[in-house]
């Protein structure tokens, strides 16, 4: 298909542009296996979140955390794309650096919503074992 034959102009109407970043979600959740595990761990946690009570407060940071991790794969993907796009799919020294980078992204704000995960829900089970015992 000819460059002429595609569309090359920005998207006039709301709805379309709606419609294309839907299917780009669609796309990194049907091609990128992390994407499945980050959203299967988020909606774990928030089923946790509802089984105990999370404060209003304690919400905010459950689902800035998860939707900070799903940016971010959504970034690393990106990345790793388009350096495919420009190296021909070949290995490159500099390509690398930016696939690393954008993972070590990917991994940094992975840990930090460990850490919030454990700052929510530790004291929480931690109160539930003791007053089960």
Same mark, same amino acid.
């Given at each position: ?64 955390? =998860? ?9 690393? %993907?990106? !990345?790793?794309? #388009? &350096?495919?796009? $420009?190296?021909? +799919? ?7 650096? =930016? ?9 940094? %704000?992975? !840990?930090?919503? #460990? &850490?919030?995960? $454990?700052?929510? +829900? ?12």
């Amino acid at each position: 298909m000819d460059l002429k034959d595609k569309q090359t102009e920005k998207n006039k109407h709301f709805i379309a542009s709606l419609e294309f970043a839907v299917q780009g979600i669609k796309t990194v959740f049907r091609e990128e296996r992390n994407m499945r595990t980050h959203i299967f761990m988020g909606v774990l946690a928030i089923i946790m979140g509802f089984i105990f009570r999370l404060a209003i407060t304690e919400w905010l940071w459950l689902l800035l955390v =998860i939707f900070l991790v799903l940016v971010m794969e959504i970034i690393n %993907t990106v !990345f790793e794309n #388009v &350096v495919d796009m $420009v190296t021909d +799919f070949h290995f490159h020294p500099i390509g690398k650096k =930016i696939k690393d980078m954008a993972a070590g992204a990917v991994l940094l %704000t992975t !840990f930090f919503a #460990v &850490v919030v995960g $454990v700052l929510l +829900f530790v004291p929480k089970i931690w109160q539930l074992i003791q007053d089960f015992l």
